[in-house]
C-alpha cells in the first residue's frame, strides 16, 4: 500500500461556515495539512465560502488534484453525480457526518427538523451507499450506519487548544452554565428548574445559557444580572463566551438522535478547566468524580450541583484533571492521528 500524503492527496469539503465545517473539515485538515474549503449550493455549482486550497481562498479542482475527498452529509441527484465521476477519475470518495441525521426528525424542539423528513433521509442513505467509505464522530452512529456502508470509520472529535487558552475572569458569583445549539429544551428544562430552586435559596447563583435563550425563562423570577442568555455566536468568539460559566451542565434525552451526540460540551468545558456533570450514555470518557460527573436524571444531578457550588477546590481540582485528561488524550493533534489512518485505509 503506497503511502497516502495528506497535503497532496487529500480535500476536505465542508458545509459552508457551519460548526461542523469547522470541527470535522478545518481542524482535521488542517492538523494533517490538508486542503479544505466550506462551501455552498450543490454541483456543478457550489460557491466557495471559506477555506484554504493550495494555500489561496478558492475551489478546490476536486477531479485533478486529490486521492481522496471528504464530503460533509451530501446528498441529492448532483451529489450522486459528482461522487460518480469523482470515482470514475479513480478517486476515493468518503460521505462524512457527526450527527445522527435519522434521529433529528423525532426532536420537537429541533430547529431543522423539517429539512431531514423521510425523503431526505432517503437522499443522504443514497450517498452514503455510493461512497467509499464513510468517516463517523462516535461509535453509535457507526453502528447505526453501518447497514449503509460497511466501510465506516470513528474519528472522534478533537480540539485546538489554543483557542482555549483563556484566564476565566474571578468572580463574586458561581455560575452555572449551558452551552450548544438545537434541540436540547426537552432535556435541559428539567435541570434548570432544579437551578431555579438552588437560585432562589442562594442569590451567588446565576445561570448562563449560551447558544440558545435558555436563561430568558429565569429573569422574570431571578432578574436579569443572574440570568444571562448569549446568541448563538461564531465559533471565535465561543471559548470566551464559555468562560463565564464555573460549572457546566450536560444533560440529555434517551433517544437515538442524543445517544449519536459527541461529548464536544465536555471537551470544551474542560479545556477551560470547567467541570461538568453530564449524562453517562453520550459522555462515557468521563470518569465520574476524577475528570467530571455523571447524572442521568435531576435528583442525580443537583446533589452533585451543591457540593461543587459548596466547594471552590471541588470545581478547581476536577476541571484541572479534566483539562489534563482533554489536553493529553482529545486535542486534535492527538485525534488526527486517527483521521491519518483511516484516510491511510480508505485510499489503500
Avoid at 426537552?186 to 435563550?213: D, K
Avoid at 429565569?218 to 460559566?245: D, N, T, W
Avoid at 470545581?315 to 489512518?341: L, M
Amino acid at each position: 500500500m503506497s503511502e497516502l500524503n495528506p497535503k497532496e492527496d487529500v480535500c476536505f469539503l465542508g458545509l459552508g461556515v457551519s460548526a461542523p465545517c469547522y470541527y470535522r473539515a478545518m481542524l482535521p485538515a488542517m492538523a494533517l495539512k490538508a486542503d479544505w474549503a466550506g462551501v455552498h449550493g450543490y454541483p456543478p455549482k457550489l460557491w466557495y465560502a471559506t477555506g484554504s486550497v493550495k494555500g489561496e481562498s478558492k475551489l478546490p479542482d476536486l477531479i485533478d488534484d486529490y486521492k481522496v475527498i471528504v464530503i460533509q452529509q451530501p446528498k441529492g441527484e448532483s451529489w450522486e453525480q459528482m461522487i460518480t465521476a469523482l470515482q470514475g477519475a479513480g478517486k476515493k470518495v468518503v460521505f462524512e457526518v457527526d450527527d445522527y441525521l435519522h434521529g433529528v426528525n423525532e426532536r420537537v424542539d429541533h430547529g431543522f427538523k423539517d429539512s431531514f423528513d423521510q425523503r431526505a433521509l432517503v437522499l443522504y442513505e443514497r450517498c452514503m451507499r455510493m461512497c467509499d467509505a464513510m468517516i463517523v464522530s462516535t461509535d453509535f452512529i457507526a453502528r447505526k450506519y453501518k447497514k449503509f456502508n460497511p466501510n465506516i470509520y470513528v474519528c472522534k472529535n478533537g480540539l485546538d487548544l489554543k483557542r482555549y487558552a483563556l484566564t476565566r475572569p474571578k468572580r463574586d458569583t458561581v455560575n452555572i452554565g449551558w452551552a450548544g445549539a438545537t434541540g436540547h429544551l426537552e432535556a435541559i428544562r428539567p435541570w434548570i428548574t432544579q437551578v431555579y430552586h438552588l437560585m432562589m435559596q442562594r442569590e451567588e447563583v446565576c445561570f448562563v445559557s449560551i447558544g440558545q435563550n435558555f436563561a430568558d425563562g429565569l429573569k422574570p423570577h431571578v432578574g436579569e444580572e443572574r440570568a444571562i442568555s448569549i446568541p448563538f455566536c461564531a465559533i471565535e468568539q465561543y471559548p470566551a463566551a464559555m468562560s463565564m460559566i464555573d460549572i457546566a451542565l450536560a444533560p440529555a434525552g434517551g433517544g437515538g438522535w442524543y445517544k449519536g451526540k459527541s461529548d464536544l460540551r465536555w471537551l470544551e468545558a474542560s479545556a477551560l478547566g470547567i467541570p461538568i456533570i453530564a449524562r453517562e450514555t453520550v459522555y462515557p470518557e468521563i470518569e465520574h468524580g476524577v475528570t467530571g460527573f455523571h447524572a442521568t436524571a435531576p435528583h442525580e444531578m443537583v446533589p452533585i450541583l451543591m457540593d461543587l457550588l459548596n466547594d471552590p477546590d471541588l470545581r478547581e481540582r476536577i476541571g484541572s484533571q479534566a483539562k489534563e485528561y482533554v489536553s493529553e488524550h482529545r486535542s486534535i493533534t492527538k485525534t488526527s492521528e486517527v483521521w491519518a489512518d483511516a484516510l491511510q485505509a480508505i485510499a489503500g
